[in-house]
């Protein structure tokens, strides 16, 4: 009995040190192949970028992922489900959208962008009652402006310092002028740009007061000859273009007369020289300069049929397009203020 009794003991002291054994065993595997839950929670938070949720888990939406075609298919994995965490997160979620990568069922839907329709420009609608009537005929050959032309100008009189013709400049675009009308009304102009003024002067002559061109202007505004006689008749005044007063009054006065002529003729009478709110253009303003230049029989603003929609519409007609753009970005860049 005792000899059986020993061997019970010894078998069943036996049987327990084996399984404590097995035990130790398991537990040690487990903790090799898992991490516990403080460890991954740890890593996360160390990993995790700004606008990244610590332990969010793999959610699409709470890692920005990249633009590349591999990552954008990783996006449709079954487990790449929104997380509470990352909806919680407002930084993860504009991540997401910036990177352009993200759960499909959770990313916003990208409408094409709306097509604004073309606004055209307005239909030529004549002042009722008197106008400024139409110029006479226009000279076969446009003026060409002495720094433009491959003749060489003479200077039968001295240039006046920049800074006096800078001040003339400004002082005739100032003047409200009265405009006599050949119907015998009159018509009361606003005063111009000074920009404008100054931008046609610099592109003329580059405020040359003594210049003479090949084909004839004269001076700053480089005036022709038939100017003359006709801006002193329209307005009642006896300017002389070879002076710098009266070379600049003539060349404002014919500025005022393009604006109300076109501003008459094609605008309902409205002499507004600044951009359309609407579309950014400035048709009285193109029309004007380019008149300028080439002579208003050669200038015109008509009435188009748009064929795709049979809507009719304004069209400008201006055979120096190029002069129009000089002169145009000569009044936003001024260069007469850096000039010495």
């Given at each position: 009995m005792?000899?059986?009794t020993t061997r019970?003991?010894?078998?069943?002291v036996?049987?327990v040190a084996?399984?404590?054994a097995?035990?130790?065993?398991?537990g040690t595997?487990?903790?090799?192949?898992?991490?516990?839950?403080?460890?991954?929670t740890t890593l996360?938070a160390a990993?995790?970028?700004?606008?990244e949720?610590?332990g969010?888990?793999?959610?699409?939406?709470?890692?920005?992922a990249?633009?590349?075609?591999a990552?954008a298919?990783?996006?449709h994995?079954?487990?790449?489900?929104?997380?509470?965490t990352?909806?919680?997160t407002?930084?993860?979620?504009?991540?997401?959208?910036?990177s352009?990568g993200?759960?499909?069922?959770?990313?916003?839907?990208?409408?094409?962008p709306?097509?604004k329709?073309?606004?055209p420009?307005?239909?030529?609608?004549a002042k009722p009652g008197?106008v400024?009537?139409?110029p006479?005929p226009?000279?076969?050959?446009?003026?060409?402006?002495?720094l433009q032309?491959?003749?060489q100008?003479s200077k039968?009189?001295?240039?006046?310092?920049?800074?006096?013709?800078g001040a003339?400049?400004?002082?005739a675009a100032?003047?409200?002028?009265?405009?006599?009308l050949?119907?015998g009304?009159t018509?009361q102009?606003?005063?111009?740009?000074?920009?404008?003024v100054?931008a046609?002067a610099?592109?003329?002559?580059?405020?040359q007061?003594?210049?003479?061109a090949?084909?004839?202007?004269?001076g700053?505004?480089q005036?022709?000859?038939?100017t003359?006689s006709?801006?002193?008749?329209?307005?009642?005044t006896?300017s002389?273009?070879k002076?710098?007063?009266?070379n600049v009054?003539?060349?404002?006065?014919?500025?005022d007369?393009?604006v109300a002529?076109?501003g008459?003729s094609?605008?309902?009478g409205?002499y507004?020289?600044?951009?359309?709110?609407?579309?950014?253009k400035?048709?009285?303003?193109?029309l004007?300069?380019?008149?300028?230049?080439?002579?208003?029989?050669?200038?015109?603003?008509?009435?188009?049929?748009?064929?795709?929609t049979?809507?009719?519409?304004?069209?400008?007609?201006?055979?120096?397009p190029?002069y129009?753009s000089?002169?145009?970005a000569?009044?936003?860049g001024?260069?007469?203020?850096?000039?010495g």
């Amino acid at each position: 009995m005792k000899l059986s009794t020993t061997r019970r003991t010894t078998v069943l002291v036996s049987a327990v040190a084996v399984s404590t054994a097995v035990l130790a065993g398991c537990g040690t595997e487990s903790a090799d192949k898992h991490p516990n839950a403080a460890a991954s929670t740890t890593l996360t938070a160390a990993g995790a970028t700004p606008g990244e949720t610590a332990g969010a888990g793999p959610s699409a939406s709470a890692t920005p992922a990249p633009t590349d075609s591999a990552s954008a298919g990783s996006s449709h994995s079954p487990s790449a489900g929104p997380s509470k965490t990352a909806k919680a997160t407002p930084g993860a979620q504009s991540g997401n959208a910036k990177s352009g990568g993200g759960n499909a069922a959770a990313a916003p839907t990208t409408q094409p962008p709306v097509e604004k329709p073309a606004i055209p420009a307005p239909v030529p609608t004549a002042k009722p009652g008197a106008v400024a009537l139409p110029p006479p005929p226009a000279p076969p050959v446009p003026h060409v402006p002495p720094l433009q032309s491959g003749c060489q100008p003479s200077k039968p009189q001295p240039d006046e310092p920049k800074a006096t013709v800078g001040a003339a400049l400004t002082a005739a675009a100032g003047q409200p002028r009265v405009l006599n009308l050949s119907s015998g009304g009159t018509d009361q102009l606003p005063s111009l740009p000074v920009n404008l003024v100054k931008a046609i002067a610099w592109q003329e002559s580059g405020w040359q007061s003594g210049i003479l061109a090949c084909d004839g202007g004269i001076g700053t505004m480089q005036i022709m000859q038939n100017t003359v006689s006709w801006m002193n008749g329209k307005y009642g005044t006896n300017s002389d273009p070879k002076t710098l007063n009266g070379n600049v009054q003539l060349g404002t006065q014919l500025l005022d007369w393009l604006v109300a002529y076109y501003g008459d003729s094609s605008f309902g009478g409205r002499y507004d020289l600044s951009p359309d709110p609407a579309t950014g253009k400035t048709p009285l303003l193109d029309l004007v300069i380019s008149a300028y230049n080439a002579g208003a029989g050669n200038v015109h603003y008509n009435a188009v049929t748009d064929p795709t929609t049979s809507e009719v519409v304004g069209s400008l007609d201006i055979p120096n397009p190029k002069y129009v753009s000089n002169v145009k970005a000569l009044m936003a860049g001024q260069p007469w203020n850096k000039a010495g």
